[in-house]
């Protein structure tokens, strides 16, 4: 079973040390596994991360392919590059809004009407604006609905369908994370009840923001692996290391450090189609030892 994880982060290594293992360490393509009949589900499927995650799922065979996405017309031009670089499979786009807590009911609900199976879910989408915003319906910060709140019901009653089809085999739910996460200063983590504080009015720093919004999820995974017996759902969450091409950023690219930042980024991180590798092996190649834990540069970490 999984190991429990404290509400008090462990002292992270060193900068100089994750800058050094991000440089150095180069995952290998997933090979030897084959993912023939069974059914994903990847959010945030049509750019970036979650693209390449997808297509390297439907390189080992994957049968079905759903792409969960806000805006339907990208996800079908995503869908169509690729059907053309793998092998045949069937690739579907159905429409998801983490904004919207109806969106993600109405999803589980046509997961539970029409697919057979539900096999692997990649909880990838998420925001990291440079603009506070708060959500129209429920009022809390956007950063920590999308990223959190909305995630965690989608896992929910995404679990509830992986188990009511009954595969012979446990189900894989990887929550996309990041190493970021061991530095959040996480300030208001005293305050009571934490939704509250997090909603409180004013300027914040929404790159840390979107951090804390990753560690909440870290929680959360190591609470539901708790309640998740392993034989039903290998439940955890990994990080693609730092990504000098994610979409996640692009509101950054306005900001005036923009050109050294990208070169920067260029220099020390990896594409998205390498950080991938480290999410489809969080996917399909671990197994027990990492329910309800944090895979980094595909290792389990506290």
Same mark, same amino acid.
């Given at each position: 079973?999984? $190991?429990?994880?404290?509400?008090?982060?462990?002292?992270?290594?060193? =900068?100089i040390? !994750? !800058?050094?293992?991000?440089?150095?360490? *180069?995952?290998?393509?997933?090979?030897?596994?084959s993912?023939?009949?069974?059914?994903?589900? /990847?959010?945030?499927?049509? $750019?970036?991360?979650?693209?390449?995650?997808?297509?390297?799922?439907?390189?080992?065979?994957?049968?079905?392919?759903? @792409?969960?996405?806000r805006?339907?017309?990208?996800?079908?031009?995503?869908a169509?590059?690729?059907?053309?670089?793998? &092998?045949?499979?069937?690739?579907?786009?159905?429409? =998801?809004?983490?904004?919207?807590y109806?969106?993600?009911?109405?999803?589980?609900?046509?997961?539970?009407?029409e @697919?057979?199976r539900?096999d692997? /879910?990649?909880?990838?989408?998420?925001?990291?604006?440079?603009?506070?915003?708060?959500?129209?319906?429920?009022?809390?910060?956007?950063?920590?609905?999308?990223?959190?709140?909305? $995630?965690?019901?989608?896992?929910?009653? +995404?679990?509830?369908?992986? *188990?009511?089809?009954?595969?012979?085999?446990? %189900?894989?739910?990887?929550?996309?994370?990041?190493?970021?996460?061991?530095? $959040?200063?996480?300030?208001?983590?005293?305050?009571?009840?934490?939704?509250?504080?997090?909603? *409180?009015?004013?300027?914040?720093?929404?790159?840390?923001?979107?951090? /804390? %919004?990753?560690?909440?999820?870290?929680?959360?995974?190591? *609470?539901?692996?708790? +309640? /998740?017996?392993?034989?039903?759902?290998?439940i955890?969450?990994?990080?693609?290391?730092?990504?000098?091409? %994610?979409?996640?950023?692009?509101?950054?690219?306005?900001?005036?450090? %923009?050109? =050294?930042?990208?070169?920067? @980024?260029?220099l020390? !991180?990896n594409?998205?189609?390498?950080?991938?590798?480290?999410?489809?092996?969080?996917?399909?190649?671990?197994?027990e030892?990492?329910?309800?834990?944090?895979?980094?540069?595909?290792k389990?970490? &506290?």
């Amino acid at each position: 079973m999984a $190991t429990k994880l404290g509400t008090t982060p462990v002292q992270p290594p060193g =900068l100089i040390a !994750f !800058f050094r293992q991000q440089y150095t360490f *180069k995952p290998e393509e997933v090979r030897g596994v084959s993912l023939s009949g069974k059914t994903a589900i /990847v959010t945030g499927a049509n $750019t970036g991360l979650g693209f390449e995650t997808a297509r390297q799922l439907l390189s080992l065979g994957l049968s079905k392919l759903i @792409l969960a996405v806000r805006n339907e017309d990208k996800g079908k031009v995503a869908a169509a590059k690729m059907l053309l670089s793998s &092998p045949p499979g069937t690739v579907e786009v159905w429409h =998801l809004d983490l904004n919207v807590y109806e969106s993600v009911v109405a999803f589980a609900e046509r997961a539970r009407r029409e @697919l057979t199976r539900l096999d692997i /879910v990649n909880l990838n989408a998420g925001i990291a604006p440079t603009q506070r915003k708060f959500n129209d319906s429920t009022g809390h910060d956007e950063i920590i609905q999308v990223n959190y709140l909305s $995630t965690s019901l989608l896992a929910i009653l +995404l679990l509830q369908v992986a *188990k009511d089809k009954k595969a012979s085999q446990p %189900s894989r739910f990887t929550f996309t994370s990041s190493e970021l996460i061991a530095w $959040t200063k996480f300030r208001e983590r005293a305050g009571s009840p934490l939704l509250t504080e997090l909603d *409180k009015r004013g300027k914040v720093d929404t790159m840390d923001r979107m951090v /804390v %919004s990753k560690l909440m999820i870290q929680f959360f995974v190591a *609470k539901m692996a708790e +309640l /998740v017996d392993p034989s039903v759902a290998i439940i955890n969450a990994s990080s693609p290391g730092g990504l000098c091409d %994610s979409e996640l950023y692009r509101d950054r690219d306005k900001d005036f450090l %923009s050109p =050294l930042m990208k070169l920067v @980024l260029k220099l020390l !991180f990896n594409t998205c189609a390498i950080g991938a590798r480290m999410m489809t092996d969080a996917l399909v190649q671990h197994g027990e030892e990492t329910h309800g834990q944090f895979l980094s540069f595909q290792k389990v970490v &506290p």
